[in-house]
């Protein structure tokens, strides 16, 4: 099995989201075999306190059918990921961990699953660490983060240095609360963490704080009227990006392609640091006639 060094540009990956089931990850396999529909997948980890292991799955989901070590295995038998052939070799995988037990019990899973993929830079430790945008007071409890995020970003190093961190806000299902700005001080309290991280690691063995990929998940319909704050986090530093994530409806055209045009334009200095996780975004690349590159 080849080792892959190389991530190819964030525009040219093609989500499948929500792998948390035997048929959804066995049609998503099918299709990154047989035409590429595919070439990153984002899955959901919970605790099962019956199975006493971590499955597939999203809350309030209690227990799952597949569990992370099926699903897992799956993966490495069919090489989605490190594989021999062309169309594969640069994969990802999105690991979005729903509670702070669920991670704990995943990480020598998560540990040997790299060590025979030997691509770990396709992985990405995802979770929600901090408060985001919400109206409803009572739902900052309800949907509060449900991690020490000091913890987290410490575990998810030690346990595949070379991984990205892909760490974001809490939101909720409502509707009132799918354009609510990111602000200012969600941004600042994000960079806080990052750099409290970073200093802990001076003097170690760890990577050097600069090569840590960092990915922060935003909600699409939310980035334009965050836009100002949002700018932050490229700025901050070179290896910190964003991936926009929207599935619930496709979101106006305008919309898109100023995200678009924003971000990947030809006078943008943010080209080539941010993944597209939403429902209908292929027709702007369509429009836009841009090409996948898939080697850079």
Excluded at 63 to 82: I, K, M, P, W, Y
Excluded at 84 to 92: E, F, G, P, S, Y
Excluded at 107 to 134: H, I, K, S
Excluded at 161 to 176: C, K, M, N, R
Aim: hydrophobic share 35%.
């Amino acid at each position: 099995m080849t080792t892959v060094n190389k991530l190819y540009a964030p525009v040219s990956y093609r989500w499948a989201h929500a792998v948390n089931s035997k048929a959804a990850l066995e049609a998503t396999l099918a299709n990154n075999n047989s035409s590429m529909i595919n070439n990153a997948i984002e899955a959901d980890i919970i605790f099962s306190d019956q199975q006493q292991v971590p499955v597939m799955g999203h809350p309030p989901q209690r227990d799952s059918t597949l569990t992370l070590e099926q699903f897992l295995h799956t993966l490495a038998q069919a090489r989605f990921q490190g594989g021999n052939n062309d169309h594969n070799k640069a994969t990802l995988v999105k690991l979005d961990f729903k509670s702070q037990v669920a991670l704990e019990a995943s990480l020598a899973l998560v540990q040997a699953y790299v060590t025979e993929t030997r691509f770990p830079q396709g992985l990405f430790w995802n979770a929600d660490l901090l408060l985001g945008p919400m109206q409803d007071i009572e739902d900052r409890q309800r949907y509060g983060p449900q991690f020490n995020g000091s913890t987290f970003l410490a575990l998810a190093q030690q346990t595949v240095p070379d991984a990205v961190l892909s760490i974001g806000w809490t939101t909720t299902p409502h509707e009132q609360d799918q354009d609510l700005a990111y602000t200012e001080n969600m941004v600042t309290e994000m960079l806080d963490l990052l750099q409290v991280h970073n200093d802990s690691k001076k003097g170690t063995n760890n990577a050097n704080n600069s090569s840590t990929t960092v990915t922060f998940p935003i909600r699409a319909t939310s980035f334009r009227s965050s836009w100002h704050a949002l700018q932050r986090l490229y700025a901050a530093n070179p290896n910190y990006g964003i991936t926009l994530w929207w599935s619930k409806s496709i979101m106006p055209m305008e919309e898109l392609k100023w995200i678009y045009t924003t971000l990947e334009g030809e006078s943008s200095p943010y080209q080539g640091r941010t993944y597209y996780d939403i429902l209908g975004f292929e027709q702007v690349l369509k429009d836009g006639k841009v090409q996948l590159d898939k080697n850079t």
